[in-house]
């Protein structure tokens, strides 16, 4: 693969998120939860830093689940028989998605918490 436009940089990266929200379980199941986060969101009428910080905690999980889907497949690519180190990186990769979920899930409590209760 050569150096291409960076159009074309941009068509590869908005293609690889698609791929990994129609084939991933999990990242289908953290987009629902982003939408429905900026629903709540919208529906409580939170203010711009608190939409600010809404912004990052999802980007991080979307992020963070896109990285650990190219890691799987990577390592599958490598190798398809057990190994004590694939299934290490593996593990750290979905280590990566669920810290940054429970993240999330702290932000959510923290700022939709004080608008309900």
């Known amino acids: 693969m050569g150096k291409g436009t960076l159009r074309e940089s941009f068509a ?3 293609r690889g998120i ?3 929200i129609a084939s991933g379980r999990n990242m289908k199941i ?4 982003a939408l429905m986060a900026v629903l709540t969101g919208w529906w409580l009428g939170i203010n711009r830093w608190e939409w600010a910080i809404i912004t990052i905690s999802i980007f991080m999980v ?15 690519l490598v190798t ?3 190994h004590p180190l694939a299934k290490q990186a593996k593990n750290m990769a979905a280590g990566a998605v669920l810290l940054a979920a429970v993240n999330a899930i702290i ?3 923290l700022i939709f918490g004080s608008y309900l209760f």
Do not use: P
Not at 30 to 33: L, P, Q
Not at 62 to 76: P, R
């Open 12 to 14: 590869y990266a908005i």
């Open 18 to 20: 698609l791929v990994a």
């Open 30 to 33: 953290h987009v629902i939860a």
């Open 62 to 76: 979307l992020a963070a689940e896109t990285i650990n889907t190219a890691i799987e497949k990577t390592v599958d």
């Open 80 to 82: 398809r028989e057990y």
């Open 107 to 109: 932000i959510g409590l």
